[in-house]
């Protein structure tokens, strides 16, 4: 079992940045990978970007790409998502999630995760 904790979320300008955080209370954080996933108001929830244990291998959604970047310290359990240039449309509330691999892969599907945060809003002023 593993619990995270998100916060970060904020109202920002089109252009601004703003970086999340997600604390994993786990003494294994090493056997997850994690992943950042986003809901806007009626819509469903959608991969944003996701990480490997190590932190080597990363995947993003296209719309992000350049722009989000996912890291993690595993020496403080935390797992991070710096949003640069950001724009209206990443209005959302954002979701870390866990999953246990033993493998050295991410993952970017939402049922591919069994552990989530409560989420934090994000909203981007145009």
């Known amino acids: 079992q593993v619990q995270l904790v998100e916060s970060g979320g904020a109202l920002v300008q089109a252009g601004g940045s703003l970086r999340l955080s997600c604390v994993a209370s786990t003494r294994s954080f090493t056997t997850y990978a994690m992943g950042w996933f986003r809901q806007a108001p009626g819509k469903e929830r959608e991969f944003v970007a996701a990480i490997d244990w190590s932190g080597e291998k990363t995947h993003y959604i296209g719309s992000v790409k350049g722009r989000f970047d996912i890291s993690r310290d595993n020496a403080k359990n935390t797992l991070y998502l710096q949003m640069d240039s950001l724009k209206p449309e990443d209005t959302a509330d954002y979701y870390c999630?866990?999953?246990?691999?033993?493998?050295?892969?991410?993952?970017?599907?939402?049922?591919?995760?069994?552990?989530w945060g409560q989420g934090t809003q994000v909203t981007v002023s145009s």
């Open positions: 999630a866990a999953t246990e691999d033993y493998s050295g892969t991410y993952y970017v599907g939402v049922y591919e995760y069994d552990f």
